[in-house]
């Protein structure tokens, strides 16, 4: 069976679970699940894996994310974006000067809320479904980092700018934290994820393309199993032994990439990843066991990856 993720150019309406289902759908498989959350009224970028990729998928779920944002001043909703309830209206007394230096104050780490209507959980419910039934959670708030904010565009009450963010930054309560400061408040109306580590939009397709597609293994939206992690890789004489559960030693290599201990590893038997695994000994170490002729175990399996048949 085929495995992999598809990056998806999610469209403004439907949830991330929607997408999941759709996807499920259309490729006639039950394993499939996405990492990092889209909001509804948000397009873009969604990462969904199928098949043995559901197991990879909370190894990208904290990658560097980056947004187009487009947020309108002077007004405050329930949910922080435009598809919620209109809680306050002021007018915006400012100028583009004082604008463009609060939005730049942003850039850094920050203690963050949460908003209320979102994916997070709390006491296994999310807190959207405890909002809709009237119960207002307030979260602690949590460091977030805002790497970088540019392209800043402003007319007023709009204003809209592109940020590089740390996961679990919310859009939506920045441009909340950004209004607050101002001193008008402010809601998000249009947010755009253009980018998730190394994947990118620009490679995505939306779901009625991959209703059309023939073959999804040959579009730039199709990521193999084998490419879709960044971790250093090693690879491995015989497979049968890390699908029997025995963790890999020195006489078990191949060659490997450059590592450090306790760093997460990609194990390899050819061109199949077959394991993840966390190192218990760095690479350089490892070099100095093999010219010393000392078998020793080198990394413990986390995941083993497993195909039909195998």
């Known amino acids: ?37 889209l909001d509804p009224f948000a397009t873009g970028l969604l990462l969904v894996g199928f098949g043995k990729a559901t197991r990879l998928l909370e190894y990208l779920q904290g990658e560097v994310k980056i947004y187009q944002v ?27 000067s004082v604008i463009l230096e609060v939005v730049k104050s942003f850039i850094g780490k920050y203690a963050q809320v949460p908003p209320a209507y979102s994916a997070r959980k709390y006491q296994g419910k999310k807190l959207y479904e405890l909002a809709r039934e009237g119960k207002i959670i307030n979260l602690p708030p949590r460091d977030v980092e805002i790497y970088e904010i540019c392209d800043v565009r402003i007319e007023v009450p709009y204003v809209e700018f592109t940020a590089k963010v740390s996961a679990g930054t919310y859009i939506r ?40 597609a023939k073959g999804i293994e040959n579009s730039s939206a ?7 992690l960044n971790f250093p890789k090693v690879w491995i004489i015989d497979e049968k032994k890390v699908y029997n559960g025995m963790q ?24 199949k990843l077959i394991a993840l695994a966390m190192a218990e000994r760095s690479s350089q170490f490892i070099d100095t066991l093999a ?12 995941k083993v990856i497993k195909t039909e048949g195998e």
């Not at 403004?12 to 996807?23: F, I, L, M, Y």
């Not at 998000?188 to 490679?203: H, N, P, Q, T, W």
């Not at 199709?222 to 879709?228: A, D, G, I, K, R």
């Open 1 to 37: 069976m085929l495995s992999g993720l598809l990056l998806i150019d999610k469209e403004k309406g439907p949830t991330s679970h929607d997408v999941v289902e759709q996807v499920r759908k259309i490729l006639k498989i039950k394993q499939v699940g996405h990492a990092g959350t």
């Open 70 to 96: 487009k947020m309108k001043l002077g007004i405050i909703t329930d949910t922080f974006d435009i598809t919620g309830n209109v809680m306050e209206e002021h007018p915006v007394d400012v100028g583009e």
């Open 173 to 212: 309560s920045l441009c909340m934290d950004i209004g607050y400061k101002i001193g008008c408040g402010a809601t998000a109306v249009e947010l755009r994820r253009i980018s998730v580590g190394k994947f990118k939009v620009d490679d995505a397709v939306r779901i009625d393309e991959l209703k059309e």
């Open 222 to 228: 199709f990521v193999p199993l084998e490419s879709m």
């Open 248 to 271: 890999p030693k020195v006489s078990d290599l191949q060659h490997y990439e450059k590592f450090q201990k306790d760093d997460t590893i990609q194990i390899f038997y050819h061109d």
């Open 291 to 302: 010219k010393q002729g000392r078998d020793e175990r080198i990394a413990t399996l986390k």
